[in-house]
């Protein structure tokens, strides 16, 4: 079965920081570049962070360029979103995203940054 599982969300305080994760099954998982987005209620859908396959190159959205790393484990199947210095408008649902066939989600995992 082909799927993207996130895992990692919570509630933290405003200059905290969180480690998503998103392990991948069912599909050659090293030869796709993978993506975080978010989506906050009643917004757009953002891009994140995007990784290359091998992980050799990372972009990110301005907002969270300094604070957030993507990385990417081949070996496990799994790519990561390291996000520090959280604020509270970084509050939203985290998912991931794999270009195979025509696109996977996953199921997300929601981040909420309050005090």
């Known amino acids: 079965q082909v799927q993207l599982v996130e895992s990692g969300g919570g509630l933290v305080q405003p200059g905290g920081s969180l480690r998503l994760s998103c392990a991948a099954s069912?599909?050659?998982?090293?030869?796709?570049?993978m993506s975080w987005y978010r989506q906050a209620p009643g917004k757009a859908r953002e891009l994140v962070a995007t990784?290359?396959?091998?992980?050799?190159?990372?972009n990110y959205a301005d907002s969270v360029k300094g604070r957030f790393t993507i990385s990417r484990d081949n070996a496990k199947n799994t790519v990561y979103l390291q996000m520090n210095s959280l604020k509270p408008e970084d509050t939203a649902v985290y998912s991931c995203?794999?270009?195979?066939?025509?696109?996977?989600w996953g199921q997300g995992t929601q981040v909420t940054v309050s005090s």
């Open positions: 990784i290359t396959r091998t992980g050799g190159s990372t």
């Open positions: 995203y794999a270009p195979w066939s025509r696109g996977i």
């Open positions: 069912g599909f050659t998982f090293s030869i796709y570049a």
